[in-house]
């Protein structure tokens, strides 16, 4: 079994940034964010291989957000500059053993609890 601890979520005016830090229990392959807003299904935002770095993004956050991973720390994190109204959301962590990029929830075996990110006009 796996625990995610997200954190870092926060209350920011539109152009602002975040960073939220997710923290696993073990190390895992593959960690990933989505995110929920309410009335709205569970989205892919970003997601990392732990090993080698490699990154995907969904397009409504390419170029403003950033996933990195600190492996020895089983740590993954999403910089989030350039924030709009429309990335208010829960913000979830993710977790996975195995190889290959995936983007849909059901592919992702743990999960945290959440941590709430609402951007202001």
């Known amino acids: 079994q796996v625990q995610l601890v997200e954190s870092g979520g926060g209350l920011v005016q539109a152009g602002g940034s975040l960073r939220l830090s997710c923290a696993a229990s073990?190390?895992?392959?593959?960690m990933a964010w989505f995110r929920q807003a309410p009335g709205k299904e569970r989205e892919f935002v970003a997601t990392?291989?732990?090993?080698?770095?490699?990154?995907y993004y969904a397009d409504s956050v390419k170029g403003r957000f950033t996933i990195s991973g600190d492996n020895a720390k089983r740590t993954v994190y999403l910089q989030m500059n350039s924030l709009k109204p429309e990335d208010t959301a829960l913000y979830y962590c993710?977790?996975?053993?195995?190889?290959?990029?995936?983007?849909?929830?059901?592919?992702?075996?743990?999960w945290g609890q959440g941590t709430q990110v609402t951007v202001s006009s």
């Open positions: 993710a977790a996975r053993y195995g190889a290959g990029i995936a983007t849909t929830p059901r592919a992702y075996t743990y």
């Open positions: 073990r190390r895992t392959d593959i």
């Open positions: 990392i291989t732990m090993s080698g770095g490699d990154t």
